[in-house]
T-cell receptor, first 114, second 111 residues
Framework: DAGVIQSPRHEVTEMGQEVTLRCKPISGHNSLFWYRQTMMRGLELLIY????????DSGMPEDRFSAKMPNASFSTLKIQPSEPRDSAVYFC????????????FGDGTRLSIL | GENVEQHPSTLSVQEGDSAVIKCTYSDSASNYFPWYKQELGKGPQLIIDIRSNVGEKKDQRIAVTLNKTAKHFSLHITETQPEDSAVYFCAASGGNTPLVFGKGTRLSVIA
């Protein structure tokens, strides 16, 4: 079975550029989560969706960050404009339900902003 | 909201010894407790989970215990091997809220 698929795996870009990270959740999963992982802050929950609807975006650090889920099989996390402090590994995870079920993680996008 | 504390942050053990990682949670409504293993360059992967109606669960060399009264749960790895070296995360969830993760434990198994 295909797991959560994220693209690209690595992204290097200059500050000020727009960055778009992509995620394909596991088919049949109704909830999708975006995380950011850094050495300093650990694993941070940025935003999550249930049935394609954003439920809580209180973890999004700034207005430069936005996320969409246009359909059940695709989500994007966009940073515009990007800054060096946005450098991190970004993970997408999906789950059958919002709670009380395991989340299944993709292998992440390693983002470097120069 | 839920708060999950995880200890220790780093743990070194000799190959063949046991490793124990402990977590506490704050929300008594939490009833689902998974553990994840994250290897270098990969996303966290579920290794075992436990629900609040069970006190202990075992899967080969891995076991998890839950004490709902004290609001703590632990991961036990026996007969550790070098391939057990990774970062381990505990998490808790209950009601209609998603998983809240601990800050992770970096386990090093020394051959």
């Amino acid at each position: 079975d295909a797991g959560v698929i994220q693209s690209p795996r690595h992204e290097v870009t200059e500050m000020g550029q727009e960055v778009t990270l992509r995620c394909k959740p596991i088919s049949g999963h109704n909830s999708l989560f975006w995380y950011r992982q850094t050495m300093m802050r650990g694993l941070e929950l940025l935003i999550y969706f249930n049935n394609n609807v954003p439920i809580d975006d209180s973890g999004m650090p700034e207005d430069r960050f936005s996320a969409k889920m246009p359909n059940a099989s695709f989500s994007t996390l966009k940073i515009q404009p990007s800054e060096p402090r946005d450098s991190a590994v970004y993970f997408c995870a999906s789950s059958p339900t919002l709670s009380n079920q395991p989340q299944h993680f993709g292998d992440g996008t390693r983002l470097s902003i120069l | 909201g839920e708060n999950v504390e995880q200890h220790p942050s780093t743990l070194s053990v000799q190959e063949g010894d046991s490793a124990v990682i402990k977590c506490t949670y704050s929300d008594s409504a939490s009833n689902y407790f998974p553990w994840y293993k994250q290897e270098l360059g990969k996303g966290p992967q579920l290794i075992i989970d436990i629900r609040s109606n069970v006190g202990e669960k075992k899967d080969q060399r891995i076991a998890v215990t839950l004490n709902k009264t004290a609001k703590h749960f632990s991961l036990h790895i026996t007969e550790t091997q070098p391939e057990d070296s990774a970062v381990y995360f505990c998490a808790a969830s209950g009601g209609n809220t998603p998983l809240v993760f601990g800050k992770g434990t970096r386990l090093s198994v020394i051959a």
